[in-house]
């Protein structure tokens, strides 16, 4: 824990939810000069919907500065709208028309909370900004390197989503209930008599409201790849298809052919608007390729546990290469469902070595 004198200014990213409630409560209890900052991520039509699932719905704001008021400390709804389209949303379309499932949550982490939201706290004289993420930041003297460590509650831990920050970035930034369990952080928040206490937690991609296919199609129209061939593993052609941002691997639904047998998603080749169908066995793989590797600690080879998926348990693996940004990863038991454009998440105990996204 960081010991702060009344000089040491912090900006919390206040989402309107119990989690950077508290966060906001414990820096200054600890003494930090804190600051709450709401990013509107939306238009202000679309913010002023209140059944909006973005960060800046009406009810969200209003929950974040009747905390910022009942705390004492300042607060800004800081328009981050445009920054966002163009690093999180268009991101989000680019990868489902090229045939990958992006994860835009970390993006957002990336470049917004830790990238634009990082820089609009210099300007506000600030040392660190802070979320209510569950993870942990610590320092490896040996590397000299700041690290992330996985939340002390393991049901809500959140280090998955935060490999992709930068040595910068993790300097500046703190973690306060990551040493919490998600039930202390309520009872804390209803004691302090906040009335975030029992809101649920978001669940889904803020800025989806239907779904990911009409989001895409309705964002982008011109993009749309359009109808395509479902063809099975040794050529033949099974049916058709109404695009293949409709689709994922490991995708069991929507697969419309005269088979009754079950089929899944195996691969998606944008190249030829094709999606690639097999049996459940064939969703199995021992080996993946991860780009774009960002290291939090020193790049290393041999064994490692990986997540494939947010949601997913890490998983006995080895990393056997690296080389020009890339990562090659063999299972020690084949994962299902390995997935282009998630994010594989490396660890070591509960520290994130680093992570990239699957090819």
């Not at 800004?76 to 268009?90: G, H, I, R, T, W």
Request: charged share 30%.
């Amino acid at each position: 824990m960081i010991q702060a004198s009344k000089k040491t200014r912090v900006v919390v990213a206040m989402s309107g939810g119990v989690d950077s409630s508290v966060a906001a409560y414990l820096l200054q209890k600890q003494g930090f000069d804190v600051i709450g900052a709401t990013i509107k991520t939306w238009s202000n039509d679309e913010c002023r919907d209140e059944k909006s699932k973005g960060c800046c719905s009406i009810r969200d704001i209003e929950d974040a500065r009747s905390v910022a008021r009942k705390l004492g400390i300042p607060y800004y709804v800081l328009d981050l709208s445009a920054d966002f389209k163009e690093k999180v949303m268009d991101t989000f379309i680019e990868e489902y028309v090229a045939g990958r499932t992006p994860n835009p949550c970390i993006e957002c982490n990336r470049h917004i909370k830790f990238g634009v939201l990082m820089n609009k706290a210099k300007e506000l004289e600030a040392s660190f900004v802070a979320t209510g993420h569950y993870a942990r930041k610590d320092f490896d003297a040996a590397e000299d390197r700041f690290y992330i460590r996985e939340g002390r509650d393991a049901t809500k831990d959140q280090s998955y989503v935060l490999f992709g920050l930068t040595q910068e970035q993790l300097a500046k930034t703190l973690f306060p209930v990551g040493e919490l369990a998600k039930s202390e952080v309520r009872a804390m928040a209803q004691e302090l008599g906040m009335r975030v206490f029992d809101k649920p937690d978001s669940q889904e991609i803020c800025f989806v409201r239907t779904n990911y296919t009409e989001f895409v199609a309705k964002a982008a129209p011109d993009k749309m790849p359009g109808a395509g061939n479902f063809v099975a593993a040794d050529g033949r052609v099974m049916g058709q298809h109404g695009g293949i941002h409709r689709f994922t691997i490991g995708q069991r639904k929507r697969i419309q052919i005269t088979d009754k047998m079950p089929y899944y998603v195996t691969r998606i080749v944008p190249e030829t608007n094709e999606v690639i169908i097999g049996r459940e066995a064939d969703l199995m793989k021992d080996t993946m390729s991860v780009r774009n590797v960002n290291w939090i600690l020193k790049p290393r080879l041999g064994a490692v546990k990986t997540k494939i998926r947010h949601q997913f348990k890490k998983t006995d693996s080895q990393i056997t290469r690296i080389e020009n940004g890339r990562a090659q990863i063999k299972f020690t038991v084949p994962q299902k469902a390995v997935t282009p454009g998630q994010a594989a998440v490396f660890y070591d105990g509960d520290r994130v070595l680093g992570g990239g996204w699957i090819e």
